[in-house]
């Protein structure tokens, strides 16, 4: 069994585009009255990010602002005329109004931000033009930007380029990372969608409607943050676990014979590790085998890539005697200046009452180290 590799997991995120045609009426594509939707659909704005974390404590706040060019022309929907906008006009058909709103979760305990991941919160602000003129911390509704737009619309639609004029609201703006705890080794940002942003023309109380799709959204680029903050696991070798030839009975697979002792040498260093010994704990992540499904405090096996539904590995602290369970962060005992070994044992277990087919088996995972 090969298993127990010091690394970062990154995942691919396929971001599909609205398509729409010309050729279509408006109530063919669905667009309500004052609907605002850029030429080809949504338009997205991609926000590129820092790739340096300046400081990895706990609550530490790292903002980095982004300001995209390229904005969209546009078209406004609209079923009966639709005055034009300027400063100062409060006319309801002046201006624009927008919702912003974001599909990420509220945090639980940073309000105003959005729980991005295990490590970060985030609290995404968007540049509102018009009389607002100001960051709007995203989520937001029925935002009025004051009537500053200087289009009108005639039925069924107006186009932007008649006025020089393009949708600017997603193309700037800042993202606030909160840490919720230190980060080891970096960390892989995969890409995500912080803001959908629905545009319509006039007050909210005009009698119009935002479309079914967003108006621009807005992308956070996938990214590395590092850290002076390093551990490193096994010298940065694989850890492979043998069992050679086992039984096939549940009698015999009982997690206490083939046992195998392996180790788990760790050393941090960089960083905050330079202030003195820090509290570290470690977990053991489980690759494509996941857990036992028998048993989730047991680790999966494969067999040809196929999970194996009646074999698992139990994992044991060899000093204790205790079962380390897939996705559990324990405290590793006798680390000393940061550094030390974790000593455990593996160990193939059957379902009770099975008989498991022959064959190779194999699990893999990851090696995760915490520290406070």
């Known amino acids: 069994m090969s298993m127990l590799k010091n690394k970062n997991f990154k995942s691919v995120v396929i971001i599909t585009g609205f398509l729409t045609t010309a050729l279509l009426p408006m109530r063919a594509l669905g667009y309500p009255h004052g609907a605002v939707i850029p030429d080809g659909g949504t338009y997205t704005f991609e926000a590129q990010m820092n790739n340096q974390l300046l400081v990895n404590e706990k609550d530490a706040e790292t903002v980095f602002t982004f300001n995209i060019g390229n904005t969209p022309y546009f078209n406004i929907y609209c079923d009966t005329y639709m005055k034009p906008g300027g400063p100062g ?5 002046s201006g624009m109004t927008f919702d912003l ?5 509220k945090s639980m305990q940073n309000p105003g931000y959005l729980s991005l991941n295990e490590y970060f919160d985030v609290k995404v602000e968007i540049q509102i033009g018009g009389l607002v003129n100001q960051h709007i911390t995203v989520p937001m509704t029925n935002l009025w930007n004051g009537g500053s737009d200087p289009m009108e619309c005639r039925p069924t639609s107006t186009n932007s380029r008649d006025y020089a004029t393009t949708l600017q609201t997603g193309s700037n703006g800042r ?4 840490l919720k705890k230190p980060i080891i080794n970096g960390i892989t940002i995969n890409q995500a969608e912080l803001v959908q942003v629905f545009a319509k023309k006039g007050k909210d109380n005009a009698g119009t409607s935002y479309a079914a799709i967003p ?3 807005v992308v956070l680029g996938a990214g590395i943050i590092t850290v002076a903050d390093s551990c490193i696991i096994n010298n940065g070798n694989p850890i492979d676990i043998k069992f050679g030839d086992v039984a096939n009975t549940s009698e015999q697979l009982n997690g206490t014979n083939y046992l195998q002792p392996f180790a788990i040498p760790v050393k941090c260093s960089g960083g905050s590790f330079t202030t003195g010994d820090l509290n570290i704990k470690l977990s053991l992540l489980p690759g494509a085998s996941g857990h036992a499904e028998f048993n989730s405090d047991y680790f999966g096996t494969l067999k040809n890539g196929i999970k ?3 074999l698992g590995i139990v994992i044991k602290d060899n000093s204790m005697g205790n079962v ?3 996705n559990q962060a324990y405290q590793v005992p006798n680390f000393v200046n940061n550094q030390g ?3 455990l044992t593996a160990a193939p277990i059957a379902a009770p009452g099975s008989t498991v087919d022959d064959g190779e088996f194999t699990a893999t995972g990851t090696i ?4 406070q």
Do not use: C, G, M
Request: hydrophobic residues 25%; glycine residues 0%.
């Open 324 to 326: 380390v369970k897939p």
């Open 368 to 371: 995760l180290a915490e520290f």
């Open 341 to 343: 070994t974790w000593n």
């Open 89 to 93: 006009n409060t006319d309801p058909d």
């Open 101 to 105: 709103t974001s599909t990420i979760p």
């Open 175 to 178: 993202v606030t990372f909160r």
């Open 215 to 217: 108006s621009t959204r």
């Open 308 to 310: 194996r539904t009646n």
